[in-house]
């Protein structure tokens, strides 16, 4: 039976309730427990997944198909644990789910309620798997105070009460601000955040302090004073260098020792921390360092490529480098020459996107990448815009495009190198799209296996021939210019098992060039890079050295 750890957020948003919980579950793994971390958002949205980047970030895909929260890619870049479908829920789901349940009549004619029927199904949700893990880490997104956050703060009350005793804890993240005109740290906002906390049941067991500044002794101890927390169980936050420093210290702050503490768990087996000093060797200690363009077109919220710039800090570990990240506006040379914007980059990377905006800044870029012999990465969109770029320039489909942006327009004004995915095949049953559909949840979503070729790059990457790798999309390549395409020398590297998907491209006689259909950044981690970021970011320094 887990014991659940709920983390809670007060004063403001983004103090990093994600990271410390992805910390946290990593630092009670170094103690040889197992783990399971779960993300419960207010929003009215069934999941991110029509949301726009500049909303909310990036969406975070499953293997089994979920668009999620891109904190489960905190929690799986730390942990290392699979996210899964049932490990995110929003207020949007929960009522749908009810209301759904109400229209078949499931609750017997009974008056629906915020109590206890959405908190019912919440708490349903927190218990799923439940036998599986030791600890279950649920956190609550927004601050505490937020009116669409009650339903979910009064379900954690509840469901605290109907465990035994010693079974929940919870775990409240706040900020202590620094006056500098006066030279102070202020408690006070916490105090406030735990005050509202506790007005709706709930008792914090360990607070996180963000801070800029030292917490003086004297300020922990008023904290727990007034807060009724043991001084011991006040951990400071305080801003760090990098994400991945996070583990070592919380636990030089102490919170998992805090954790274990109120749970009664004594004596604690001892942390082994080997991992994560290596990691952050890698970090603080490269060898060289190299530049990176990401061409896109939401780069002025960098969260939105957050599993991108994550994994090319991966693959900069992997070859103690430093990877210098510069966000390139592909709309910047929509109709101008984009060498201006390119050149000097060790490596450029296409993302993914949705819609024309940008696109054909994104083609120039790989335009330029095959002709100057830049490493280049292209994934989802970005695979699609290189082999329209080899289409229009190389094999002489001059009016190559893609489906996707004749929809926009409304009339046809591309040769459809790339269409709209109306049918594949999951698991052992086929799957049927259309264009009309709604858009939430329709996409070719989750993991998938590939087929490599042998002898080509990317088989020599992965060491293997069968891959699994997770997708978003709904638009692909078409297979009918194949053998145009390859007559050029651009390669189709990698299909679906059935050989009716593209996956991979390459370009045969470059130095490094690959386009890929899925995202291999959902997968990578620091202490396992994803083997064609590492790969990537290998040829960037070799590149670099010619440069």
Known sequence: ??????????????????????????????????????????????????????????????????????????????????????????????????LEKERRGDYLGKTIQVIPHVTNEIKDFISIGEDEVDFMLCEIGGTVGDIEGLPFFEAIRQFSQDKPRGQCIFMHLTLLPYLAASGELKTKPTQHSVKELRSIGIAPDVLVCRSEHPIPEREREKIGLFCNVRKDAVIAAYDLKSIYEAPLAYHAQGLDQAVL????????????????????????????????????????????????????????????????????DAELFDREDAAPYLEGFHAILVPGG????????????????????????????????????????????????????DHEAG??????????????????????????????????????????????????????????????HRYEVDTKYREQLEATGLCFTGMSPDGKLPEIVEWKDHPWFIGVQFHPELKSKPFAPHPLFADFIRAAVENSRLV
């Open 1 to 98: 039976m887990a014991r659940f750890i709920f983390i809670t957020g007060g004063v403001v948003s983004s103090l990093g309730k994600g990271l410390a919980s992805a910390a946290l579950g990593s630092l009670l793994q170094a103690r040889g427990y197992t783990v399971r971390l779960r993300k419960l958002d207010p929003y009215l949205n069934v999941d991110p997944g029509t949301m726009s980047p500049f909303e909310h970030g990036e969406v975070f895909v499953t293997d089994d198909g979920a668009e999620t929260d891109l904190d489960l890619g905190h929690y799986e870049r730390f942990t290392g644990v699979a996210a899964r479908m049932t490990d995110s829920i929003s207020s949007g789901r929960v009522y749908s789910t009810v």
């Open 261 to 328: 503490d109120a749970f009664g768990i004594a004596p604690a087996p001892a942390p082994n921390l080997t991992v994560w000093h290596d990691v952050a060797d890698r970090i603080h200690n490269p060898e060289g360092e190299v530049r990176v363009a990401i061409v896109g077109k939401y780069t002025q919220l960098e969260d939105a490529y957050k599993s991108i710039a994550e994994a090319l800090t991966h693959g900069g570990m992997a070859n103690r480098v430093k990877v210098r990240i510069d966000w390139v």
């Open 354 to 405: 949705f819609g024309e905006r940008g696109t054909e800044g994104k083609i120039k870029a790989a335009q330029f990448a095959r002709e100057k012999g830049v490493p280049y990465l292209g994934i989802c969109l970005g695979m699609q815009m290189a082999v329209i770029e080899a289409a229009r320039n190389v094999a002489g489909l001059t009016t190559a495009g893609s489906e996707e942006f």
């Open 411 to 472: 009339v046809k004004r591309f040769e459809p190198v790339v269409y709209h995915l109306k049918e594949w095949v999951q698991g052992n049953k086929t799957v049927a799209r259309k264009s009309s559909d709604a858009k939430g949840g329709t996409m070719r979503l989750g993991a998938y296996n590939a087929t490599l070729r042998e002898g080509s790059k990317v088989a020599e990457i992965y060491g293997t021939t069968a891959i699994e790798e997770r997708h978003r």
